[in-house]
């Protein structure tokens, strides 16, 4: 992109337009979450158990004692060597946020379909703090349709981010946002994927402050798993 060089007075002027369309997205942005907020809930009648370093564990065991549980289905599946590049990008940022997360009554995991060992591995060798279960003994994924069986696959389409995909593969990335009442009972509140997954990307919020912005040729052939960078 070719960019015209002007006086301190014209760049002045051309940021105070971009700043009204900037107060204009952020007004939007605040009228989605309050759609958001006012979404109807399912009740999770469903009894996953999870394997953790703790044993096996309920959804409602997930919470870890607070009312709201936020869940990245993350794309390890059983027998990968690393988990997916995009999926480990959306990690990077997760122990930061925890604290502060857990401070506000949100406990936020990782759910993956690996065993728990290569799990373990992977999530060592990555030097990540944040708690990560295995969803490799339930229907879990595939309920929440981040996971496909090869005859689904087979198909050349899947049924991802609430309708036909026509992209295929045995994995993918997503955020689901959980509720627990004081009875106990489990209720799901929200569920994004595709492009949704973009807010745990916080890099991206700066690439796009930047003069190259997100400088992609090809979506993410740029990223790597942070070990891996040269």
């Known amino acids: 992109m070719q960019h015209t060089i002007v006086s301190h007075e014209d760049w002045l002027s051309a940021r105070r337009d971009l700043l009204q369309a900037e107060k204009e997205l952020t007004h939007h942005r605040d009228q989605i979450a309050q759609q958001r907020l006012a979404l109807p809930w399912t009740r999770m009648d469903k009894h996953y158990v999870f394997d953790t370093l703790e044993g096996p564990r309920s959804l409602a065991d997930l919470f870890e004692g ?10 390890l599946a059983p ?42 591995r992977y999530r060592r060798r990555m030097g990540w703090q944040f708690r990560w279960v295995s969803s490799n003994g339930n229907s879990f994924n595939y309920d929440f349709r981040v996971s496909f069986t090869p005859e689904e696959i087979a198909t050349g389409h899947i049924d991802y981010n609430f309708g036909e995909w026509q ?34 990307m916080g890099t991206y919020a700066m690439l796009d402050l930047m003069p190259k912005g997100r400088n992609e040729a090809e979506g993410m052939d740029w990223l790597r798993r942070h070990d891996r960078y040269e």
Not at 66 to 75: D, E, G, P
Not at 177 to 199: C, I, L, N, P, Q
């Open 66 to 75: 607070r009312s709201q549980l936020l869940v990245q289905h993350f794309m």
């Open 79 to 120: 027998g990968w060597e690393q988990g997916c590049p995009s999926c480990s990008f959306m990690a990077d940022h997760t122990d930061g946020m925890n604290l502060h997360l857990a401070h506000h009554d949100v406990t936020m995991i990782a759910v993956s379909r690996a065993p728990l060992a290569e799990i373990e």
């Open 167 to 200: 992209e295929t593969g045995e994995e993918w990335p997503g955020l689901t946002a959980f509720y627990k009442d004081e009875a106990g009972d489990v209720f799901r509140t929200y569920s994004t994927f595709g492009r949704g997954v973009e807010v745990m």
